[in-house]
């Protein structure tokens, strides 16, 4: 059984950096073929895709974001670490954690945890 | 970056209807295309990927079709558990989502 769990902070400062991590289980980043997003939602409105780290290693972010984002993973743990820098208030949104299989981000998003919302505000 | 556009933005029907959304993209993306119906509060749930392809477990009631920019999402038989917001996908290049469309009970 395949979940995601997402835990950071609810409420960061503008100009803060961000640090969200993702716990999952019931499959391994290390295996082919195997990816992890970060897909942020803000109140109201659409979804954003933020980056993909896969099972090689390979980092992929969108070229608006990419100065701000930093994806690392640690499979021992079964963890993935999104951060953003210089966070402001159009950054409040719910963050999720998905799972994707497949090269790069050329699939869609089967597993998805259930998201923590993060509130930028001084 | 490609741009999609659902339509409508949201929408009255009732039980045992048919409802088919509709998504554009502002270029060419194959069928490298997905839908995901998402409840108040809860995470997204894949529907459909590569355009027309049923996830296992989604009811048949659901359907996906379409190819290259644009691309629909057909409902039969609306049951009470479908009213719901539905978004589009994009991955034939970095990814994005459509605006959502909102399905609301008549």
């Known amino acids: 059984q395949v979940t995601l769990r997402e835990s950071g902070p609810a409420l960061v400062k503008p100009t803060q950096t961000l640090t969200l991590t993702c716990t999952f289980s019931?499959?391994?980043?290390?295996?082919?073929?195997?990816?992890v997003s970060w897909v942020r939602q803000p109140p109201g409105k659409a979804l954003e895709w933020l980056a993909l780290i896969d099972w090689d290693d390979d980092k992929y972010y969108p070229p608006s974001l990419t100065t701000r984002l930093t994806i690392s993973r640690d499979t021992s743990n079964n963890q993935v670490v999104l951060t953003m820098t210089n966070m402001e208030p159009v950054d409040t949104a719910t963050y999720y954690c998905v799972r994707s299989r497949g090269y790069s981000y050329l699939h869609a998003f089967d597993f998805w945890g259930q998201g923590t919302a993060v509130t930028v505000s001084a | 970056a490609v741009q999609l556009t659902q339509s409508p933005s949201s929408l009255s029907a009732s039980v045992g209807d048919r409802v088919t959304i509709t998504c554009r993209a502002s270029q060419d993306i194959a069928r490298a295309l997905a839908w995901y119906q998402q409840k108040p509060g809860k995470p997204p749930k894949l529907l459909i990927y590569?355009?027309?392809s049923l996830e296992s477990g989604v009811p048949s009631r659901f359907s996906g079709s379409g190819s290259v920019t644009f691309f629909t999402l057909t409902i039969n038989n609306l049951q009470p558990d479908d009213f719901a917001t539905y978004s589009c996908h994009q991955y034939n290049t970095f990814p994005s989502f459509g605006g959502g469309t909102k399905v609301e009970i008549k």
């Open positions: 590569d355009a027309s």
């Open positions: 019931g499959f391994s980043l290390t295996t082919t073929e195997m990816c």
